[in-house]
């Protein structure tokens, strides 16, 4: 299995990604994590990692200087960057020098595992010898999608997060008549493009809201799913849903308690 290390100043991250990997993944085991960069050095002086997760502002040793210090260790090491908003920038340089890439915060459970298979993939171009065969979940799939409309729905998963997302954008890549697109997509999924789009969109934004991330803020989670307004994020969250986001993430917090007693 390869070996794969967290490093992030913030607790509930750590303890996350930790139980996805140790829950969801069968090509990665988790080998230690850490709060900081020198916490991390420790530990990576006594064993191999293949894949670290790296928080980019953390006091002290942050993550950029961290990666650099990985990468001049073991060139084949992936390097994750994990961070907010505030600081994408450091992660849009950090990828054209050394990252692997890189998780935006809040992140769902569903890019995260996406991001491990991705990762997997490289590794074993890299280390053919000790290739890990990925166990994936089975998607439940269109009886009989054209492949215009699978590839349709597979770019909106990959590009939800993009604020300029359209139709026209989508229909230019995959070299169809936008009109034609959706009304394909209206006829073998029952959604519209922009249907489906916004049923993405949202599930995404519940899913970060059932995380125990009292502390994210509406606003990193309309960006994060491609909307730039947090009020049109709220109303179309409710309109889908039946109930606001804060609603929503209230009413999954109470239920988990109850659940506990």
């Known amino acids: 299995m390869w070996k ?38 420790v530990n990576i002086q006594s064993m191999h990692v293949d894949l670290y997760l790296l928080d980019i502002h953390m006091e002290g040793l942050n993550g950029l200087e961290l990666g650099k210090i990985i990468k ?21 340089e950090a ?33 053919p010898d000790r290739t890990v065969k990925a166990v994936k979940r089975e998607e439940q799939r269109c009886g009989g999608c054209s492949q215009i409309v ?40 029952g959604y519209s493009f922009i249907e489906y789009l916004t049923q993405v969109r949202v599930n995404t934004a519940k899913e970060l809201l059932e995380q125990d991330q009292s502390n994210v803020r509406m606003y990193d989670i309309a960006r994060k799913i491609g909307y ?12 889908n849903v039946g109930s606001t986001p804060l609603q929503y993430r209230k009413e999954k917090s109470d239920l988990k308690n109850w659940e506990i007693y």
């Open 95 to 127: 990828i054209k020098v050394q990252a692997f890439d890189y998780l935006l915060k809040p992140v769902p459970q569903s890019d995260f595992l996406k991001l491990l298979q991705k990762a997997n993939s490289t590794l074993s171009d890299i280390y």
């Open 150 to 189: 699978m590839q349709g729905k597979e770019y909106i998963k990959d590009h939800y997060g993009d604020p300029d997302l359209s139709l026209e954008k989508a229909a230019k890549l995959l070299n169809v008549h936008k009109d034609y697109l959706s009304k394909l997509m209206k006829e073998e999924l």
């Open 4 to 41: 794969i290390a967290i490093v992030d100043d913030e607790p509930k991250i750590r303890r996350g990604f930790k139980s996805w990997i140790i829950e969801h993944s069968k090509c990665f085991e988790w080998v230690f994590d850490a709060k900081n960069g020198e916490e991390c050095l």
């Open 72 to 92: 001049k260790k073991n060139p084949n090491s992936l390097i994750v960057y994990i961070t907010g908003y505030d600081y994408f920038e450091y992660a849009h």
């Open 228 to 239: 730039k307004s947090q009020h049109y994020f709220s109303r179309t969250f409710k309109k």
